[in-house]
């Protein structure tokens, strides 16, 4: 737990090469689940000794804590906390490009996609917002023989109707009003590798049928050319609505569909693995640099939240959590969810008393200058209030939501 703040034990000296590799089978009895990962490129290490490559030390301790520095993750283990030291060694040793995952349906799910990415068929990946639909996509294309090649990503949703087709298939200069230069479009960009088209549902129909070509006949027609371009790209296409239920509203077309879903794959709302929750926060603070450990109690509220914004939703809660942690560890109080404000029919004032609104207008301080600064020191100090009464009155603000007309947060 992350209670105590007794001092840690001194690292013991590092044991001679023999007694390392009883070493791979001593620790796997002390933290369970430590003989399934992948060690083969990490070196176990039980002093302050610095060999060449990747070291993950772990050793047992009154209070939980974690370390990265550089290529050397140093875990010290209080009992009980043994679950989320095995997350943050599993992602410590995954490769770069591997999504976290520990729910069977996710771990099948990887598999799948790294069986798949074998091949050339195209993939479409399928799933709402947030669920990590570019992550698998490019686990696909580094799982891949075009892992050499380009990774090239675009959304659909995000360009203009008028630049898409340029975008994509490329222009000849003085094509259009602007084109002093050729674009060569991002089919030929992603020439040898992978294109993604992410939010593929949002092409206009009269583009789809010229996507539809340039899978067909591996070639495009740059906007002002003669001849079109062969191109040798895979497609790996990503939408956040039912793609077939588009089809019978007839807003996309039935063989576009059929030429992307050679190999369908689905993606899987936060909440249906919650297995993931803890692997995902652990890979995310290693990500941030900042391994900062939570307490069992924030492990759980992470565990029991519902997640409407899936694994989005959960970086920004973990994100905010590290603005607000002033030490190396994450509670209760360092946790801030989005709350989406109701609609404005539900929004009519209601009477309320004087230390009500007093209450809301300070919450809305507390909340403005802890944005706005990177400690709870500074917040205090720019409040004009000691850092023990700011820490009493966020604990107040547990609960406890800001009333705005806009999106919102609530402890």
């Known amino acids: ?65 974690a370390r990265l520095v550089a290529q050397r993750l140093e875990l010290h283990v209080a009992p009980g906390d ?32 790294t069986r798949v990415a074998a091949s050339e068929v195209s993939v479409l990946i399928e799933g709402a917002t947030g669920t990590g639909k570019e992550g698998l996509a490019r686990l696909v294309h580094h799982q891949s023989p075009r892992r050499d090649g380009p990774f090239v990503a675009v959304n659909c949703a995000a360009l203009p109707e008028a630049m898409l087709e340029a975008t994509l298939f490329g222009h000849e200069r003085g094509a259009f009003t602007g ?11 992603a020439e040898g590798g992978t294109l993604l088209l992410d939010e593929v549902s949002e092409l206009p129909l009269a583009l789809q049928s010229k996507l ?13 050319a003669t001849r079109p371009e062969t191109v040798n790209v895979r497609i790996i296409a ?11 509203a007839g807003r996309f077309r039935a063989d576009l569909f059929y030429r992307l879903a050679v190999f369908p794959l689905r993606t899987l709302p936060l909440a249906e693995r919650r297995e993931d929750i803890i692997a995902i926060a652990a890979h995310w603070l ?46 209760l109080e360092q946790l801030v969810f989005d709350r989406l404000a ?18 809301q207008s300070e919450d809305r301080a507390i909340r403005s200058v802890l944005a706005e600064t990177r400690s709870r020191r500074a917040a205090a100090e720019r409040l004009g209030i000691s850092e023990r009464t700011l820490r009493y009155k966020l604990a107040a603000m547990a609960g406890r939501p800001l009333h705005a007309p806009a999106a919102h947060m609530v402890q």
């Open 1 to 65: 737990m992350n209670s105590s703040s007794s001092p840690l034990p001194a690292p013991s000296p590092l044991p001679p090469p023999a007694a390392l590799g009883r070493l791979r089978g001593i620790l796997p009895g002390l933290f369970p689940g430590l003989d399934q990962l992948d060690l083969d490129a990490t070196q176990l290490v039980t002093g302050d000794e610095r060999p060449a490559g990747r070291q993950l030390y772990i050793a047992p301790a009154r209070r939980s804590s």
């Open 82 to 113: 043994e679950a989320f030291a095995l997350a943050l060694a599993a992602a410590f040793v995954a490769p770069a490009q591997a999504p976290a995952a520990a729910a069977p349906a996710s771990l099948d799910l990887l598999r799948l996609a």
């Open 179 to 189: 084109a002093a230069q050729a674009g060569r479009g991002l089919f030929r960009a």
């Open 212 to 224: 539809l070509r340039a899978l067909q006949e591996r070639e495009v027609l740059p906007i002002g």
């Open 238 to 248: 990503c939408a956040n609505r039912d793609l077939a239920a588009e089809v019978a």
């Open 286 to 331: 290693l990500k941030a640099g900042r391994p900062c450990w939570p307490s069992r109690a924030a492990l759980a509220r992470l565990e029991a939240h519902g997640w409407p914004g899936n694994v989005r939703e959960l970086g920004n809660v973990l994100d905010r959590a590290l603005v607000l942690a002033d030490e190396d560890s994450i509670g």
């Open 342 to 359: 109701a609609p404005a029919a539900t929004l009519a004032p209601e009477p309320a008393p004087l230390p009500a609104i007093a209450r």
